[in-house]
């Protein structure tokens, strides 16, 4: 796959303070509801700033599924999660319309900084459809968005047209805002 996604650009990801300044990964995981034994998707996970962190929260009798586009990052998850001495763990690549997981799977879903790579609104509401469909009912996914790069009402619109129901945003940082979403029903 042809990529914008250089070397260069995955070791500054390791920096992952420049990503999301002021929010830490056990912040996010707390307003997302994470709890031991739940099952995870990392939708983008980059070098695992939230992998990680949600792999040791969820325990041995969870699961994080880490997915991306980027080959290298699958294998720096990999890596990573070994070093670590996390078996709970699985690095995916999710370089297709719908993540390679069956339906009905996550408890929670991560997705920071997700949205602005997909080009179209057509994209975007595809990578919604995506989410929906991985989250069991009553699950939820936590985002973190730029605002001038995937504006918040566009992306409350287009997580409802998915079926999703979506909270009030809160702002991370002056640029950057949350959005939590819930699929209804209880599992």
């Known amino acids: 796959m042809t990529s914008r996604y250089t070397d260069e650009w995955t070791a500054s990801l390791l920096n992952a303070e420049r990503r999301l300044s002021g929010l830490t990964p056990e912040e996010l995981m707390e307003e997302a509801g994470l709890r031991p034994g739940m099952t995870v998707v990392d939708y983008g996970c980059g070098p695992g700033f939230l992998t990680l962190p949600a792999a040791k929260k969820v325990g041995a009798a969870g699961k994080v599924y880490a997915l991306d586009i980027h080959e290298g990052m699958v294998a720096l998850i990999e890596s990573r999660a070994a070093e ?10 999710n370089d297709g319309p719908e993540a390679p997981l069956p339906d009905s799977v996550a408890d929670l879903i991560l997705c920071t900084l997700v949205f602005h ?3 179209s609104r057509d994209e975007r509401q595809v990578l919604a459809d995506d989410l929906a469909r991985l989250l069991k009912p009553g699950g939820c996914a936590m985002l973190v968005q730029w605002e001038d790069r995937a504006p918040y009402e566009e992306t409350f619109e287009i997580l409802t047209n998915a079926g999703l129901t979506c909270g009030v945003p809160s702002s991370v940082v002056e640029r950057q805002y949350r959005l939590k979403a819930t699929k209804p029903g209880v599992s």
């Open 84 to 93: 670590a001495g996390l078996a709970n763990v699985t690095a995916l690549l």
């Open 117 to 119: 790579y997909k080009e």
